[in-house]
Each structure stands twice: as structure tokens, then as C-alpha cells.
């Protein structure tokens, strides 16, 4: 008998006792290798995960934003289209759209949510198809910025694992920020911001209840549920996205029905410059970029305010754009149709028309699709892409003349311009013939006292050609140049009084394979000539002496001082502006006459703010003296004799105190007008691109280049106060005789009204020696002048 607390094991149950420890001993070690293994994987993979220490300085690229002087939007750089925008600015609406439709548990699940999943993998089982992800708003922000693209499980773990994290590192409401300024809706937007400006032409703050839903339902595929390419399909998104905010209660079954049949009116795509501030904006961007890099210029959301006037760069646009129309209808040469496009092709080109034209407007000038051309009334029927046109005989006669019959000129499917006249009562255009003019040009004005550039038009269309022709085009200036040598001059002793002798010269010149024999634009010489008739009627030789007289190296150094920074060739030619300059540089030179002797650089940028709007960069257009107020009175006094008297008398249609000089060069190449009031500074050039071609007979400065100077100071300035010259202190004037220079009597004809810095000639013509006064004292420079061979 066993006594009590004795073993109840027989020797037969050992083996099932070892069986089950070691059985258990094995699930244990199974266990702890699994552990063991689980947690090496997890301490790799943590190892591998990426900090979410920068989602606390998130610093997305931004638009850099640039600004007009009078506060419009004119253009935007980016890498990516985004602009940041606070959460608590958003309306409820919005928000309660993007969680209805992405993460209804946001506010209460920990980053991942487990139900969520669930239920989205049985939607998806009875959809038959993937309706719903599983995804939250936080595990979207770490796809986004934390973890690359790929789909892989290893990933899917990083995601849930960071999500976790994240939703202990940042609160509920800073990782909604972050998703709400992150994601992509496609169309080049980033954010909900860039979306509602981009799809509705709007901010965020200011998005109603229907354009919410339609937003909301574009992240989980930008493309496929586009509004402007698949608009049935996004309506049935945004049809989801309102179902699921009244299921949810965020609104009513009532309100959902109402934003749904509510119809949405899309923003017209547009482009992020605007097309007649191209080449100011582009210019803008090359500084910035200079100075900053391209990542702070694309990234980093600048604000940059510019010195731009809206309205008189819109002006600048139409006068440049009216003055080289007015130059090629002057030479009434049709170059032909653009193109034939075949009939299968019309539709997708009828579509581009539509596009390319715009708003149909009388005055504009448009491309357009020959339908027919009707022999009986010689009239063709022209399609504008969603409207049509009629172009009568009188609307191409001018083309007739230089091109044979029409009938040779047109043909069905032909691709020509034109300019719309008047919409009849059946809703078809009247149409004159047109074509893109071939010579270009450029119109630059600036205030003068600051050098802040109002306006800059660098060619005709900046989507044929970036090359800004106020800035990078090096060009001869011809006569424009004279005024600083004449400046020189009058630094050098000379004066309005001062005689010159305007006679035939040849020079030796060696940079010349012969001798150089400069002549007048008029093939005449004036003989004995005042030097203020010189410059005002742009005589050429007697521009040649006085740059002998007065020392090449002298005037080159003159020139410096006052702006121009282009290589000058030390050569006489120099008098006739041989050497090339830019449009810009022009104005900085002229900008001493205009601004009493001091030198303003033109600047395009006042301001620069980072992305919190602290201030980077500021202009201060501050004039730096280079010559003497009395100086830059006297050559204003002249350079307004050139358009009372001389060869910029069109600019008198100003009807106000002006000054400026005609330029022309060699073979009439280039045309020039750079002229100036007390307010604005301006500078027109006209040529070709090709420096080979002629503008034509007769398109000299004063008829090619003046008119649309004075097309854009007419109307930049018509409500303007009329305003003189100020007259700076000793400054004095005298009528002198016209051909002698000597103090005319009072009683004296033919005398001309100077301007004297000190004092007049103090000589009168019937003095015993005044008349040789006028000739022989007044010209420092006499014994060259009365040389007619050197």
C-alpha cells in the first residue's frame, strides 16, 4: 500500500510526459525563434525607416509668385504648383469632403486603421473590383514624404509602422496640414490650394460645397478622374464623395442632392505668365536666377514684386505690335499661306484654332482655315475653328498687286491670317487679309528720375522666339549714339553756337580695306553749320570732325561714364554709331539728360520676400552724378530742337515738352528713336534678326521707329499733367545769328533761340570782329574743321 503524497505515475505515463515536454519545449523554441527572428527584422527594418523629425520643418517646394507694380499676378515659376495654406483657413465643407472620402476614422484611429481595412477589402469583394482603399490620411502623408513609390510588402510595413509614429509625433490637425498641402490633383496642381486656382479659378477658402466634393474625389487618381478630360467620371466621384458626407452626417441627403445637381464652372486652363509680359517675366526670372540658383527660384516660393506697369506694357504691346504691321503693309508684299492642311486633318485643326484665337474681338488679328473660295464673287469663306468668316475682294486687293490672281494665292485647306472686322447680324466676321510681319522689334521706357522700367516688350512673340531684344540684341545704334558725343563735346567747350564745317572728308582708315569717305543721309554737304543744327538735322560728317576734335579715347571714356558698357571700336566710325549696344544701354546713357545729370541703371525688381515674407532684396533707385545739370540741360535743349525741327518731327504729335534722337544705320538695317519727358524715358528699335536684311527705302528712325514711340507715349501719358524741363541754375539763354553763331541784335532776322551754360557769346554779328568770332573763336576745334582732307 503507497503512502500518501506518493507519486500517481506509473512507469508507463513517462514517455507520454516527455512526449508533451518536449512537444511544448519545441513550441516554445519555435516561439522564441520566431520573436527572436520578428524582432531582428523589425530592428533592420527600423534601422532602414526614415526620421520623422522633418515632417516638423516641412518645407515643400512653393511657387515662386511674381508681382506687377500695381499688385497683379504676371507670373510664376515652379517645379511643383503648390502654395501653402493654413488649416485653420479652409472651410468645414472641405474638410469633411476629403475625410468622407479618404479617412471618415481620421480623428480616431492611432495612424493605422485596422476596421477601416476590413471594411474596404469586403467592399471591394462585393464591388468585384477595388472601390475603396484602405489607406489613411497618415499613412498617405508617409507615402508621400517619407517613403518611396513602390508597392511591396516590406513598404507596406515601413508605411504602417511610420503612421503609428507619426500619429504620436504630430497632432491630428498638423497631419492634415500636411496631407491637405501635399497631394497631388493632378494638372500640374499640388495641394488644395494650387487645385481650387487651377480647376476653379479660385482659393480654397472661397470652394463651395460641390467644388469641395469634386476635389476631394481627384487624389486617389488624379488622371482617371479629371474633370477636363473624363467629366462624367469625375461627376460620378464627386457623386461618391457627397453620398459618403451624408451617410457619414456631415450634411444632409438634401444638401448632398443640391451641390450634385449644382453645375461647376471649370477655369479656363491658363498659362502661369501672362503672353505680353513674357519677356519682362522671362528677364525677371534670369536675374533671379542668377543671383539665388535655380532651386531657390523654383522652390522655395518667392514673392517678387516688380517695377511693371500693366497698362503701359499693354500699350507698348499694341504700338510695337501696330508700328511693325504699319512697316510691312508700307512694302505691301504677301509672302504666301502658312500652310495646306488636308481635309481628314481639319478637325484637329479646327480645335487648335479654337485655342490658339481665343476670344473673337474686332481689331484682332487671328489665323484662319480656307473653306472655299468662290470664283463668282472672288469671295472666300474661311473657318476661325468654332466660327466663321467671309474675306471679301476688298479685304485682299493689296495682296492681288504684288501676288497675281487670287485664285493662284488660295486654295482649299490653306492656313492664312487675318484681321476680323465687324460680326454681321448671321454671325459671320467680316475679315480683312493679314500676315505676321518679319521684322521685329522692341519698346523699353522708364521712369528716368529711379530707372524702374515701366515697360518692356522684347519682340514680337515671345512663343517664337525667348530672345529678349531690350536687353540681349547688340545692335548699331547709328545716329542715337551722336547725343553722347555731343554731350562730350559740350564738356569739352563747345556750344549750341559753336560753327562746324559740313564738307566732303575721306580718311584713312587701316580697320578698312580702303579709304572711308562718310557721307550724309541726304548725299549733300551745309558747309559753315551750327553745332546745334549739326545734331538736330543728324549730319554725319560733321559728327565725324567733331569726334577728331574733341579725342576717340576721350569720348569712349565719356561714354562709360555714362552707361554703356558694350566694346566700343576705337575708330571715327564710332561718330556714325558703328559700334553694337542694346536698347537698355541706350537709356541708361540718355537717362543723364533726362534725370539733370545723374545716371539711373533701369531695374525690373523693387522687392523680394522669402516664403515666410521676410524681406531678401530691395531696389533703391538712387542716380549716380556723372555730368553736371547744366550739361544735361543743354542736351535736352537740343534733343527737343531734333523733334521741333529736325528728324523726330512726327514726335511733335505729342502735343507736350519732348526730347530725342532718330538712329539709322548703314543700308537702313536698324531704326531707332530714343526719347524722353520730365516723367517717362522710352527707346524703340526696328529690325530684322537676320542683320542682313534691309528695313527698306526710306525706314529711317524718324519714320519707322518714331511713330510707335510716340503711339505709346501719346497714350501712356494722355491723362498725365503736361510738364517742362526743369532749368537748372546757370543756365542762360540768347537768340544768336543762325549762320554766324554770334549774339544777334534785337533787331535781327534769321536767329535761332540757344541755350548757354555760364554765359551767351559775348559778341555780336557788325562788331568789328564778331563775324569772325562766329567762325574762328566759338570751335575749339578750327584748324581740323576747316580741313576737308586728313
Known sequence: MKKPGSSRHTPESRPLRWLAFTFLSLIFCAVLVCVIVLAAFYIQLDRSLPSTQALKNYRPPLVTSVYSADGQLIGEFFIERRYLVPLGTLPEHLIQAFLAAEDVRFYE?????????????????????????????????????????????????????????????????????????????????????????????????????????????????????????????ARERQNYVLQRMADVGFITADEARRALAKPLQFSKRRRWTHRELDHFTEEVRRQVEARYGRDVLYKEGLTIQTTVDTRAQEIAVKALEEGVRDHDRRHRRYRGVHANVPREDWPGSLKVLTQG????????????????????????????????????????????????????????????????????EDKIWSAALEQDPGVEGALMAMVPETGRVIAMVGGRDFSKSQFNRCTQAVRQPGSSFKPIIYAAALDKGYTEASILIDSPLILDDHSLRGPWKPANYDRRFWGPILLRKALIHSRNVVTVKLLNSIGIGYTINYARNLGISSPLTPTLALALGASGL????????YSPFANQGERVEPYLIEKIY?????????????????????????????????????????????????????????????????????????????????????????????????????????????????????????VVFARINAQTGALARSDEPGTVFAAFSGEPPSRTVGDEEGEAAGFRRSSPGESFFKSDLF
Open 357 to 424: 484665337n481665343g476670344e473673337l474681338s474686332e481689331g484682332k488679328v487671328v489665323s484662319a482655315l480656307v473653306k472655299e473660295y468662290d470664283q463668282k464673287s472672288k469671295t472666300c469663306l474661311l473657318l476661325l475653328g468654332s466660327a466663321e468668316a467671309v474675306l471679301p475682294p476688298t479685304g485682299w486687293e493689296w495682296a492681288k498687286l504684288s501676288s497675281g490672281r487670287v485664285a493662284r494665292m488660295f486654295r482649299t485647306g490653306d492656313l492664312i491670317r487675318v484681321r476680323l472686322g465687324k460680326l454681321r
Open 109 to 233: 484611429h492611432r495612424g493605422v486603421d485596422l476596421l477601416g481595412i476590413l471594411r474596404a477589402t469586403l467592399k471591394n469583394i462585393q464591388a468585384g473590383e477595388i472601390v475603396q482603399g484602405g489607406s489613411t490620411i497618415t499613412q498617405q502623408v508617409v507615402k508621400s514624404l517619407l517613403l518611396t513609390p513602390e508597392r511591396t510588402f516590406t513598404r507596406k510595413l515601413k508605411e504602417a509602422i511610420l503612421a503609428y509614429r507619426i500619429d504620436n509625433f504630430l497632432t491630428k490637425d498638423e497631419i492634415l496640414y500636411l496631407y491637405l498641402n501635399q497631394i497631388y490633383f493632378g494638372a500640374g496642381a499640388y495641394g488644395v490650394e494650387a487645385a481650387a486656382r487651377t480647376y476653379f479659378g479660385k482659393n480654397a477658402r472661397d470652394l463651395d460645397l460641390s467644388e469641395a466634393a469634386m476635389l476631394a474625389g481627384l487624389p486617389k487618381a488624379p488622371s482617371r478622374f479629371s474633370p477636363i478630360h473624363h467629366l462624367q467620371i
Open 582 to 589: 542694346t536698347l537698355s544701354e541706350l537709356l541708361t546713357a
Open 610 to 730: 522669402d516664403r515666410n515674407g521676410n524681406l531678401v532684396e530691395e531696389h533703391r533707385g538712387e542716380g549716380q552724378p556723372v555730368i553736371s545739370p547744366q550739361t544735361a540741360y543743354l542736351m535736352t535743349h537740343l534733343l527737343e530742337g531734333v523733334i521741333q525741327e529736325g528728324t523726330g518731327q512726327k514726335a511733335r504729335e505729342l502735343g507736350r515738352p519732348a526730347a530725342g534722337k532718330t538712329g539709322t544705320t548703314n543700308e537702313l538695317k536698324d531704326a531707332w528713336f530714343i526719347g524722353y519727358t520730365p516723367s517717362v524715358l522710352a527707346g524703340v528699335w526696328l529690325g530684322y534678326d537676320d542683320h542682313t536684311l534691309s528695313l527698306g527705302k526710306g525706314e529711317t528712325g524718324g519714320r519707322a521707329a518714331c511713330p510707335i514711340w510716340v503711339a505709346f507715349m501719346k497714350e501712356y501719358l494722355k491723362d498725365q499733367p503736361v510738364e517742362s524741363f526743369p532749368i537748372p541754375p546757370g
